[in-house]
């Protein structure tokens, strides 16, 4: 996994789910929001970090016994335990929140290993829990089963489908309060700089247009005025 510089984070958290939308579709890139997905805590920090990956497939009742905890490479649990520092575990539950894909113990677990979010398209169970933790977290709605009931987690860091978006290991996983969005690795830097002076200019016509002036011409910025008006802007504000 190539490592997200800290000036790149750093632009990331400053910048939305929205804003990153919009540049990725500038170059032809239209699936990469993880439908579907919700925040569990209204208030949890913005979450960025680089993909590391689980892959459920459906269970087979016969392997997805209580006993196979006992083993130390059980894919779930060797997630938990290898999903580095600063990065985001996604897992692939196949949109199917009828059975947990992890609970508060292993999402505390990630969150004291410094692992920057969670993000499942299935469900959390303890989800109240996991809400008050702190930690970035995303799935479609509460689940109390274990996952074992309908879920057989069968390996780790590899390409996967998560809400419909493609997710390779390594791709800049951007969470906000509108949902999680994918950024290719090789574009990481790129897109946090272009949304990075992105957001710098919408906060400029926000508050224009809370002055009350009009969006023809401002938004996007057709009338050369528009653009002296921001320079003098981001001079009087350090943008």
């Known amino acids: 996994m190539t490592k997200l510089a800290e000036a790149t984070r750093n632009k990331l958290k400053s910048v939305s789910t929205a804003t990153v939308a919009t540049a990725l579709f500038k ?13 569990l805590s209204a208030d949890q ?32 649990r060797k997630a938990v335990e290898d999903c580095p520092a600063g990065s985001v575990l996604v897992m692939d539950s196949r949109k199917d ?54 879920h057989h987690a069968i390996e780790i860091n590899v390409p996967i489908g998560c809400g419909d978006a493609p997710v390779f290991p390594g791709d800049v996983i951007l969470g ?12 990481a830097e790129e897109i946090a700089n272009e949304t990075f002076e992105m ?8 508050e224009e247009v809370n002055k009350g002036r009009g969006i023809f011409g401002l938004y996007p910025a057709t009338d050369p005025q528009t653009l002296t008006d921001f320079a003098a802007w981001r001079k009087a504000n350090g943008r």
């Open 97 to 150: 929140a009828r059975a947990a894909s992890a609970g508060a113990i292993l999402v505390t677990r990630l969150m004291k290993r410094g692992v920057a979010g969670v993000v499942t398209d299935g469900g959390f169970r303890d989800s109240a829990e996991i809400a008050k933790l702190g930690i970035p977290a995303y799935h479609h709605r509460p689940s109390a089963p274990t996952n074992l009931t309908l």
């Open 199 to 206: 957001t710098a200019f919408e906060d400029f016509v926000t």
């Open 27 to 39: 170059r032809g890139l239209r699936i990469q929001m993880i439908q579907d997905v919700h925040p």
């Open 176 to 187: 906000d309060s509108d949902g999680v969005i994918v950024i290719p690795a090789h574009l």
């Open 45 to 76: 920090p913005t979450m960025v970090g680089e993909a590391f990956t689980l892959r459920y497939m459906p269970a087979r009742e016969d392997l997805n016994t209580i006993e196979v905890f006992k083993d130390r490479s059980h894919p779930q």
